[in-house]
């Protein structure tokens, strides 16, 4: 991961300017015991499935992956000089940790894993994802996903 120290004076100047959404409120959902929910994963490393439609630059919308999927069935299509894709090419679970999940619902930790997972592209502004954020929302709820784990990538 770069620090931002590291990247060049003009990409810390536009990263120090992104303007950071701010909410009225804070939602509170109550929900069941850990033990006993269905867990999916939402990550920002731009996953898609061999086959699927690219990621663009600045995208909001989402790919789904069906729990399951091959790591080797996987591209990354966040592509940045500033941004280090070797831990994804050595291991999925960096930055979508399938294998992790699985191994707590067998341990009984976590109820279930949902029947997919999800993948936006990152550095996104936050605003261009809000649409399809509340169209994923109604997908985990059919999935009856009541946990979510975000991945930020």
Do not use: W
Request: aromatic share 6%; glycine share 8%.
């Amino acid at each position: 991961m770069a620090r931002l120290s590291d990247l060049s004076s003009a990409v810390q100047k536009v990263l120090q300017e992104l303007e950071c959404p701010r909410f009225d409120r804070q939602p509170f959902v109550r929900g069941p015991p850990l033990n006993r929910r269905r867990i999916a994963l939402v990550s920002t490393a731009g996953l898609v499935r061999r086959g699927d439609k690219p990621f663009l630059a600045g995208e909001g919308d989402f790919r789904a992956i069906p729990a399951g999927t091959p790591a080797r069935d996987l591209l990354m299509t966040h592509a940045s000089v500033n941004f280090d894709r070797t831990g994804f090419q050595r291991d999925l679970n960096t930055v979508l940790p399938v294998d992790r999940l699985d191994e707590l619902a067998a341990r009984g930790t976590i109820g279930s894993v949902a029947g997919r997972h999800y993948s936006f592209m990152g550095a996104t502004e936050p605003r261009a994802m809000e649409v399809n954020a509340r169209a994923l929302q109604r997908l985990l709820l059919g999935d009856r996903v009541n946990g979510v784990v975000l991945v930020p990538v």
